[in-house]
């Protein structure tokens, strides 16, 4: 299954951290935000992940790179302007065949993704 993860803000609220560094690389506990949503991702067997980007995208696509160091595969869609949230998952629809999951950039949580999509197909 596949997962989308909308990277693209600028952070203004993180400001003076996300001034020269895209919210999902600001590190918690040594590693930047989007690597723990990835984590999260791969455990729960979302292996494809592609990613929305549009502040600071070469920051990202740097440490990231084809995800294989991290146990996935990662595609970008890189905007040229802020889409917003819909705009960005739209712009990112040929990654999508059947269902998938969408992830914000900055959303560091546990949840049981594995439960939300079997609930989500019943």
């Not at 909308?6 to 999902?24: D, N, Q, S, V, Y």
């Not at 984590?39 to 592609?50: D, P, Q, T």
Request: charged share 20%; aromatic share 10%.
């Amino acid at each position: 299954m596949k997962a989308v993860i909308m990277a693209g803000g600028e952070g203004t609220r993180l400001r003076p951290l996300t001034c020269t560094l895209p919210k999902p690389m600001v590190p918690i506990l040594n590693r930047p935000m989007m690597e723990h949503i990835i984590n999260l991702l791969k455990r729960h067997g979302l292996n494809e992940v592609a990613s929305t980007l549009w502040y600071l995208p070469d920051d990202v696509t740097a440490y990231f790179q084809d995800g294989s160091a991290f146990g996935v595969s990662m595609e970008y869609f890189i905007e040229r302007k802020p889409l917003g949230t819909a705009g960005s998952v739209k712009n990112a629809g040929q990654f999508f065949t059947d269902t998938f999951v969408v992830v914000s950039g900055d959303a560091l949580t546990d949840i049981d993704l594995s439960a939300a999509i079997a609930f989500h197909k019943r």
